[in-house]
């Protein structure tokens, strides 16, 4: 029985499970055969593409869209997966307003840029609904590398590495493979468990175990592993959160974003999730941005991101931005939380309205108060779990080259490893080259 | 609002649209919804001897070729003349014409190249109060097989001599429908003139093979796993038709005779272009066959608007005013010296004039790390494939350099006066220029 909107507290049921049903359903509709044609065909093939320098995989775009021009989008997704194995999570998540699409030439000429997120899904789709794996295993190389973490940096490691004819135990710490792809990533950008679908097809490459349940520094050690396998990649994301300085944050009501994140990814009834009232986020991300469209496809009534820096500078794309004014969320910036107020449980916070003159960010001590039952904390997440030993660049491992750190034998790449953007597809970048080049060592 | 009134031939229409022989003018029906949508005029669908009528495939007569988003560009068919009772179809003229009496009414025709033949049908044709004729030598399928058609269009002295026979037994005007499937278009069309015709159209349909189905390798359209050339027409066919119209325009023996221009005609500009080269009126097919007669709306209303930015007020105006200008290679000036510009304000940077010159042309665009392409004056050749491979209009264009300018090409400078090949120093053939 749906409670409505208007329901006090952080509650279940806001919504009838229909809308629900609704409200989840794939942000960008995946595009028919014609659709795809047409959208392909606007494609310039540049010389020496700029979209191609952006894409942190290096996807040959204008390639793919002329598979797909000339009737084949099969041929299209596997030049995608060449070089990006994750292609089909990276066409749904990537913020391509950033990266490949930002730079299309048609962006530059019309503000209409290729719809190359769109069109490497429709090739990559083609390629799993064939249910064959494109790629077949080199000649066994005798070697065994350990990968830790199964988000998109292990799995794009592990898969290279098999493919290159070594066999790969990747040990991950949760019940389910994938990481962020699976925990984190908004659910109406990865629908239909497509996650789960997309690690399947992977692992037909063969030569891959996944080990869940193992995890670094509980039931595994950087020693043991190093002695046991010709190789270590370190993948283990980022576990930890950033602490939120305010008062009253151990209230209830008041929880990491990534949490709630999880919980929404891995609810079998959507209808069962609670949510608040009057739903406050802290920060400017885009797990900010998930979380606050989240809760209010939950049916959440109001919604308000909150930012403590301008608007240029959150961490979110505009377009996430708009994405969530799209949905009804608030976007307040330049104010910082001082505290969180209610009898237990949370009921107001407190924001204090900033300016940041040179770089320093001061309150004004201007303060408003706005209604909160729950409190999301997206301030960030941590590394956790690294290995002791291990040098650290500021809050990251230093790697140096194609992900190697400072142990020898041990590489390291995706949200963990320091250097690029914490995004999917730099992280099944980081994985594929520190494979490529711990092949090189163990093949030398 | 220029008044697109035409006369051709002392055959009026109040537009000089009209719709060619092909299954828009197959009956009565479509013809009345035509004329009533505004068309100037239609040259019936082909007509054939008394008797038993022709029959038609039963599978799929059409074939396409598409362009971004399925447009249309190239339609082949391989239907015959009408498959109807020839009595049929002048009962049916002659009521439409009398409806109709402001609209130009052709019956095109096509009977065995034999003089009886054509003494038989003609008088009845005459009975039906059709404005004239149009002698079906193009069609390039079926009927050629027969000695008909294209079979006879090939052969310049059977035209002349069928045309000599309308001319005896019909006392209206004679148009000649020409096939382009012949390698000298002038031969035919002077074999017309000949003849004694009125005028002639072009071009019919061209032999064409639209594609081959890759899994039964059967050529499209297929019939039980078989194909068959058929004729070609549609937007991809006009460059062939305006340089075959251009042929006849300004060759001697032909200059003067009327033309009515056929192929690809889409939209307005290509009507006017048609009639620049010489043709008095247009006949229009597969784009009505694509979107409708009401593209006659946007045909009409586009030709006056073009007119009257020019200040033209009669289509005869136009007929014609590009024929000067069309020439052979020997005669262009090759003291014309251009060079390809690129406007940075407009380019994009896509990179496609770099790509087409350094690998196809001759490396005279230059690349930077930060994608700025600019042209090598001292190596472009003004060859034009630059602009015409930008996507975006009017960012690269052709500009001529000034006489006393030094070409920084060759080293010479640009030379003031008109000289061609016939007089040039590297022509064995040359002439001392007088
Ligand atoms: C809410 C949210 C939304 C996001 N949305 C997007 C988006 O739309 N587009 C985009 O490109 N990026 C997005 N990102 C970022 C993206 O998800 C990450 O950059 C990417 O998942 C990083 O991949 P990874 O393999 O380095 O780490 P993860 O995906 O975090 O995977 C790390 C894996 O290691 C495991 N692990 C951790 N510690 C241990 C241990 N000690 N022992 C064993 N296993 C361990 C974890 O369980 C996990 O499976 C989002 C992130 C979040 C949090
Ligand atoms: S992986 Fe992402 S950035 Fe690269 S081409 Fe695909 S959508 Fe664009």
Redesign the interface.
């Known amino acids: 029985m749906a409670q409505g909107q208007m329901a006090p507290g952080i509650v279940s049921g806001r919504l009838s499970s229909d809308e629900l049903t609704s409200n989840f359903t794939d942000l960008h509709p995946p595009l028919a055969p014609?659709e795809a044609?047409?959208a392909a065909?606007r494609c310039?093939?540049?010389?020496?593409?700029?979209c191609v320098a952006a894409c942190p995989t290096e996807i040959d775009i204008p390639l793919f869209m002329r598979h797909i021009q000339a009737g084949q989008p099969e041929a299209a997704g596997e030049t995608i997966l060449a070089q990006n194995i994750l292609g089909g999570m990276c066409a749904r998540v990537c913020p391509t307003e950033t990266l490949c699409e930002e730079a299309c030439?048609?962006e530059?000429?019309e503000g209409a840029p290729v719809e190359i997120g769109r069109l490497q899904r429709y090739a990559t789709d083609s390629v799993m609904a064939g249910g064959a794996h494109p790629f077949d295993r080199a000649a066994p190389t005798g070697k065994t590398v350990a990968v830790i973490g199964a988000g998109p940096a292990g799995l794009a490691c592990a898969h290279r590495l098999a493919m290159l004819g070594h066999d790969v135990v990747i040990h991950e710490s949760k019940p389910k493979p994938g990481g962020l792809n699976e925990y984190g990533i908004a659910a109406y950008k990865s629908t239909n468990n497509f996650a789960q679908a997309e690690v399947d097809w992977l692992m037909q490459i063969g030569g891959i175990t996944i080990e869940t349940g193992s995890v670094l520094g509980e039931t595994i050690s950087l020693d043991g592993l190093s002695t046991n396998y010709d190789a270590v990649f370190l993948s283990i994301g980022l576990a930890g959160v950033n602490a939120l300085r305010a008062g009253g944050i151990d209230k209830d009501g008041v929880r990491p974003a990534v949490e709630f994140i999880s919980d929404v990814r891995q609810a079998s009834d959507l209808a069962a999730l609670p949510v608040g009232r009057n739903v406050v986020v802290i920060g400017g991300g885009m797990t900010a941005v998930d979380a606050a469209v989240k809760s209010k496809l939950l049916g959440a009534e109001h919604v308000t991101i909150a930012y403590r820096r301008g608007r240029d500078a959150m961490g979110a794309s505009r377009y996430e931005q708009d994405l969530a004014a799209s949905h009804g969320v608030k976007i307040m910036t330049n104010v910082q939380p001082v505290a969180v107020h209610g009898n237990g449980a949370a009921a107001e916070i407190e924001l204090e309205y900033t300016s940041s003159e040179g770089g320093q960010l001061t309150g004004t001590g201007e303060v408003i108060r706005l209604p909160a039952d729950q409190v999301l904390k997206a301030i960030g997440q941590t590394l956790e779990g690294a290995p002791e030993g291990l040098k650290l660049d500021g809050n990251k491992i230093a790697v140096t080259g194609a992900g190697r750190t400072s142990i020898t034998g041990v590489w390291a790449g995706g949200d963990c490893a320091a250097g690029g953007e914490d995004l999917t597809v730099t992280a099944v970048a980081e994985g594929r080259d520190a494979a490529m080049d711990i092949h090189a060592n163990l093949t030398a | 609002m220029a008044d697109l009134k035409t006369n051709f031939l002392g055959i009026e229409s109040p537009n000089p649209y009209w719709l060619a022989s092909a299954p828009p003018t197959d009956k009565e029906y479509n013809v009345r919804r035509a004329f009533e949508a505004g068309w100037g005029g239609v040259v019936w669908k082909t007509l054939g001897s008394e008797g038993p009528p022709v029959v038609n495939v039963n599978g799929p007569r059409y074939g396409a070729i598409y362009g971004a988003d399925r447009r249309l560009l190239g339609l082949n068919n391989i239907e015959l003349i009408t498959d109807r009772p020839l009595e049929v179809n002048l009962e049916e003229m002659a009521r439409v014409k009398a409806d109709y009496p402001d609209r130009a009414l052709i019956a095109s025709i096509m009977v065995p190249c034999e003089e009886e033949a054509w003494k038989a049908i003609l008088p009845r044709v005459a009975e039906t109060g059709a404005d004239g004729i149009e002698l079906n030598f193009g069609c390039p399928h079926g009927m050629s097989e027969r000695g008909m058609g294209s079979a006879v269009g090939q052969v310049p002295e059977y035209i002349e001599m069928v045309t000599r026979w309308c001319k005896k037994y019909y006392d209206r005007p004679v148009i000649v429908k020409l096939t382009p499937n012949i390698t000298d278009i002038r031969k035919p069309a002077e074999a017309a003139k000949n003849g004694g015709a009125d005028a002639v159209s072009l071009i019919n349909t061209i032999n064409s093979i639209t594609s081959v189905n890759l899994d039964t390798f059967s050529p499209e359209p297929s019939i039980d796993g078989k194909g068959s050339h058929g004729g070609y027409c549609g937007p991809a066919v006009k460059p062939i038709a305006l340089s075959m119209v251009s042929e006849i325009s300004r060759a001697q023996a032909t200059h003067g005779l009327p033309i009515s221009g056929i192929g690809g005609v889409t939209t307005w500009r290509d009507a006017a272009e048609f009639m620049a080269l010489g043709c008095g009126t247009v006949q229009v097919c597969t784009a009505a066959m694509t979107y409708g007669f009401k593209i006659i709306d946007e045909l009409t209303a586009g030709l006056s608007k073009w007119m009257d930015e020019k200040g033209y007020k009669d289509v005869s105006e136009i007929v014609g005013l590009a024929v000067p200008n069309v020439t052979d290679w020997q005669y262009l000036n090759l003291n014309y010296v251009a060079k390809a510009k690129i406007d940075q304000d407009q380019c994009i940077k896509c990179g496609r004039c770099y790509a087409a010159c350094e690998d196809t042309s001759h490396q005279a665009i230059s690349m930077s790390e930060d994608r700025v392409f600019e042209v090598m004056d001292d190596e472009c050749v003004a060859c034009n494939l630059c602009v015409d491979v930008c996507p975006v209009d009017g960012c690269i264009s052709m500009e001529p350099m000034a006489a006393g300018e030094v070409d920084p090409r060759t080293g010479r400078e640009v030379q003031p006066n008109y000289a061609n090949w016939t007089t040039h120093p590297n022509n064995p053939m040359a002439k001392a220029a007088e």
Not at chain 1, 44 to 50: E, M, S, V
């Open positions: 014609h044609a047409v065909d310039y093939f540049c010389y020496d593409a700029p030439v048609r530059a000429a």
